[in-house]
């Protein structure tokens, strides 16, 4: 037993205060849903947290139908200075209840309070503050001559971090002057429907915003639905490439921001300690849960034992549990499937032969859990540094050059993320420019800002999200 | 690693004999601990900084707390370092340590107190021989360190002579700075020798060293001359003790150990005033260095005002409330609450 046993620090669920039910929120006000409810569970206990909707056709005709009302009479006809207003109206409501949404997410979720608390909603919040301030600059953009807005916007979100994912999506659409059709992930749908709370208490038009909950089939009517001007689209290449395959010979527009198997390089002149933080950071932020997770590490065979024995002692004090504990370093995996998926692959590492580790900390008996994982001596062609498993696994491969670093790095299918730690700035830029990733960190890893924008080569998608760059699909220009 | 008796660690080695085994080379030349110190890894200062600040946003409450605040409580070298010192003010300094709180004699006892070489048969005096609690002396000329070997050595055997456990040096930040590190090497050396059984603190003054590289080359470069103890500051010189500076030198202790076998000690130094900071560093203490350095043997508060603070917070968990200056029994009573 360790000397500083931290007592349990929950945070306190008393700031939530949730519905046994949820209807859809339809031109600015919750609505029955013409589909069966699903329940929305907390993945640390297994509790039911709400029953939520599931949207039909219908209900996702209806919302299209709103939004372009919206769009028409009232949004499009804005001063792009007034939409300002309400994008900033919103995220000092984002920010006055920080704290619900914290929690929220935290139960919703699975992930642990000190993310929520200190990454998620507040870079929601800046999100919405930082598109505010483009609304009526548009024009000096360089987005191109005479840029306004498609129209209607069809957004489907991903789980890892729900209400991020949904500020990424919602404020620079809002902010060009479209409206939205925005779909939230089916096992964590509760951020969202507060999310429509808080566009009332903004005043925020009705049907400017529309959410409409549900699972793939709700996904494909909104894909399918032919009064979407754009597509937005966050979440695994499968359906990414579902998407693009359903909108192929339209004239519907769309980004996708898709999987990852981000490549974190560390070489033998790297700052050693903060590596392995980064190390850290990279793959175990968020349970893993992460598309540009730092999921292969490559570390330069030099220093690969010293930096491999260093990583596993810091994973031992990683603590593993409880996500509204504000000690929790690692929460809980998102859901069954999810889970079952890690096991999967994990177990395939395994039988490939890699060398498999991992904390040995206890874990809790209900919910779904994983610890902290190791696979050292991995090779390129084992299932686990080839595909994304978007859980707590990480994967050690070594190298020699910095050529056989980039070879390597690249040698995916994927191209969202990189990183690089190095002493030697000539070696950093060199090594971007040479690797295939829309982001690549150097001595740091999973850092984000609204002001940078974020996408990726290859299968990890199309198109830009945040900074000046995230503005451009949601415009057309020209005469 | 531990040893029973309190005495220095390594007391008989010869530096220099181990500092050329450990690298590997025939005669100790600057060029061959310049190399040596040059080839640790760097610290990248924005990684450093993050760390720091999310170990200090661990909650530390409970029964945990109270473990904290009463460990902390034991690690304080309880100081008084200035011009105006009286043997007055020294006794009634021993008198706090010895009994920190007159209101609750559970409270434990402060390690150490810290004073200048004048004053440590004084405090030797009031502590008396069985208190537990040591008399720290500051020596070679601090805190400057500007004076002659010759000097530096006669100030560190005075105060050893007049009864002190533990002494704590300065290193000569202008030779470290302009890359004479066997000098430092060698007046480290040679002042642990005139310790004899006396703990050898080091203080690197990191506030004057400024990166954290040479936080780091001056925390392996004072362990590898003998020091028991790696400390931050004066007190004198601002910044002082910072959590990202002591968060390096933890992973220098953790990592010579893991090299030599040897247990060095920590101790920050210098505005650690309130219990939440206190904790902050016990925290990083246990997550970077482990348990085996969560005792006043291997970890130090160098500070004068955080000790009331650490009492007023104890009558709280104790009481339910928070009570004031009022019931903090001091000779020189702050009014800050």
């Known amino acids: 037993m360790p000397k500083f046993e931290y007592a349990p620090a929950p945070e306190s669920t008393s700031v939530v205060d949730l519905e046994t039910s949820y209807g859809l929120f339809i031109n600015g006000e919750f609505v029955d849903g013409h589909g069966e409810s699903f329940k929305s569970i907390s993945p640390s206990s297994e509790e039911v947290l709400a029953e939520v909707s599931e949207a039909t056709d219908a209900d996702v005709d209806a919302a299209v139908k709103a939004a372009r009302t919206a769009y028409t009479r009232v949004w499009s006809r804005m001063s792009g200075a007034d939409r300002g207003k309400y ?10 209840r920080a704290r619900e949404f ?3 997410e935290s139960l919703d979720n699975g992930k642990p309070i000190k993310e929520s608390r200190d990454v998620d909603i507040p870079l929601a919040a800046a999100h919405f503050f930082y598109n505010a301030g483009w609304a009526d600059k548009l024009e000096y953009a360089s987005l191109g001559a005479n840029p306004r807005p498609h129209g209607v916007v069809g957004q489907v979100i991903p789980w890892n971090f729900p209400l991020l994912m949904l500020s990424w999506k919602i404020a620079p659409a809002l902010a060009t002057g479209n409206t939205v059709v925005l779909k939230p992930a089916e096992t964590t749908p509760l951020t969202a429907l507060l999310f429509a709370e808080v566009c009332q208490q903004a005043d925020l038009p009705p049907g400017v915003v529309n959410i409409v909950t549900g699972a793939g089939a709700t996904g494909q009517a909104i894909v399918d639905h032919p009064g979407i001007d754009k597509l937005a689209f966050t979440g695994s290449t499968g359906v990414g490439k579902m998407i693009a395959r359903s909108i192929a010979g339209t004239r519907k527009k769309a980004t ?21 933080e980064g190390i850290v950071n990279g793959i175990f932020f968020n349970q893993g849960h992460v598309c540009c997770a730092g999921s292969r590490l490559l570390v330069q065979e030099s220093v690969a034992d010293e930096v491999t ?22 929460g809980a995996i998102n859901s069954r499937a999810q889970l079952d998926r890690i096991i999967a692959l994990t177990e395939a590492g395994e039988s490939e032969g890699a060398e498999r580790w991992d904390n040995g900390c206890e874990l809790p008996s209900s919910g779904f859990w994983f610890r902290p994982t190791v696979f050292t001596g991995v090779t390129q062609t084992h299932r686990i540094a080839q595909e994304e498993i978007f859980g707590p696994v990480l994967s050690v491969l070594t190298f020699r050059t910095p050529q056989e670093a980039v070879a390597k790095a690249n040698n995916t299918p994927y191209g969202l993320s990189a990183g690089i730690w190095t002493e030697k700035g000539s070696r950093i830029l060199w090594m971007a420019d040479q690797l295939k990733a829309g982001v690549v960190w150097a001595n740091t890893f999973n850092k984000f800002d609204p002001t940078s924008p974020f996408g990726g080569y290859k299968e990890s998608g199309y198109g830009r999200e945040g900074g000046r760059h995230g503005l451009e699909p949601y415009v057309r220009t020209g005469a | ?36 110190l040059h080839g640790l890894p760097g610290v990248d200062q924005v990684g450093c900084e993050a760390r720091a600040a999310s170990l200090g946003t661990r909650s530390i409450k409970t029964t945990s707390k109270q473990w904290a605040i009463d460990t902390a409580i034991s690690m304080i070298d309880l100081t008084t370092l200035e011009g105006a010192d009286t043997p007055g003010r020294v006794r009634g300094l021993a008198a706090k340590a010895l009994v920190p709180d007159p209101s609750d004699l559970s409270t434990p006892r402060p390690a150490a107190v810290c004073v200048y070489g004048d004053m440590v048969t004084t405090a030797k005096q009031a502590l008396g021989p069985d208190s537990g609690v040591k008399v720290a002396a500051v020596a070679t000329a601090f805190p400057s360190g500007r004076a002659s070997m010759a000097v530096k050595l006669a100030d560190t055997r005075d105060a050893v002579k007049a009864g002190a456990d533990e002494i704590d040096m300065v290193i000569d930040r202008g030779a470290f700075l302009a890359g004479d590190y066997l000098t430092v090497f060698n007046q480290i050396a040679e002042v642990k020798k005139a310790c004899g059984d006396a703990r050898l603190k080091v203080i690197m003054e990191t506030g004057e060293l400024v990166t954290y590289d040479n936080v780091r080359r001056a925390s392996w470069l004072s362990m590898l001359a003998g020091g028991d103890f790696i400390k931050t500051s004066t007190g004198k010189v601002q910044p002082a003790a910072t959590l990202p500076v002591t968060l390096i030198m933890l992973e220098a202790v953790r990592d010579w150990r893991d090299l030599t076998g040897d247990q060095v000690g920590v101790k920050p130094a210098g505005g650690i005033k309130t219990s939440k900071d206190a904790i902050k560093f016990l925290v990083t203490v246990s997550e970077v260095a482990g348990d085996d350095w969560l005792d006043n043997r291997w970890f130090r508060f160098g500070a004068s005002s ?11 968990l104790t009481t339910g409330a928070y009570s004031g200056a009022s019931y903090i029994a001091d000779d020189s009573p702050s009014t800050a609450y």
Not at chain 1, 87 to 96: F, N
Not at chain 1, 256 to 276: H, M, Y
Not at chain 2, 6 to 27: H, K
Not at chain 2, 307 to 314: G, K, T
């Open chain 1, 87 to 96: 994008l900033y109206r919103i995220a000092r409501i984002l920010q006055e």
């Open chain 1, 102 to 104: 914290a929690v929220l």
């Open chain 1, 256 to 276: 996708l921001e898709l999987g990852g198997k981000a490549a974190n390089i560390v070489f033998d002149d790297a700052p050693i300690d903060q590596a392995v």
């Open chain 1, 309 to 330: 024995r260093r990583l596993k002692r810091r994973i031992g004090t990683l603590r593993v549990g409880d996500p509204l504990d504000k000690n929790t370093d690692i």
């Open chain 2, 1 to 36: 690693m531990s040893t029973p008796t309190d005495t220095a660690v390594g007391a008989s080695v010869d530096a220099t004999a181990r500092a050329r085994d450990l690298l590997g080379v025939s005669r100790l030349t600057n060029q061959a601990l310049t190399t040596w």
């Open chain 2, 306 to 316: 955080l000790l009331n603070d650490l009492l007023l917070q104890r009558q709280r």
